[in-house]
């Protein structure tokens, strides 16, 4: 997953600064980012603060090496699976 350059902080800022009326795009500007980006962080942030957008990438990053970890396991056991069935 593609780590963003910007701060939970940041995001959080943004959002809070279209809640309180200022034109979505004047904050992409000052950003630099797409209109795009900023409804997918709405999409995906919306109405969380800075402490909870940290803890909920934290939680994302977790999922994604325990995803990986089950896959290379699943892998893993199905090599075995099939070396022990061409021994026997």
């Known amino acids: 997953m593609k780590t963003s350059k910007f ?3 940041q995001i959080a800022f943004a959002l809070k600064q279209a809640e309180l009326g200022t034109k ?3 904050i992409c500007r000052k ?14 942030y919306g109405g969380l603060g800075p402490s909870e957008l940290r803890r909920l990438r934290q ?3 977790e999922n994604a090496k325990l995803k ?21």
């Open 7 to 9: 701060t939970e902080e």
């Open 68 to 88: 990986r970890l089950v896959a290379d396991l699943s892998l893993d056991k199905a090599m075995l699976q099939d070396v022990l069935a061409k021994k026997l």
């Open 24 to 26: 979505v795009e004047e």
């Open 31 to 44: 950003l630099g980012i797409s209109e795009a980006t900023f409804y997918n962080w709405k999409k995906k």
């Open 59 to 61: 939680l994302e990053e």
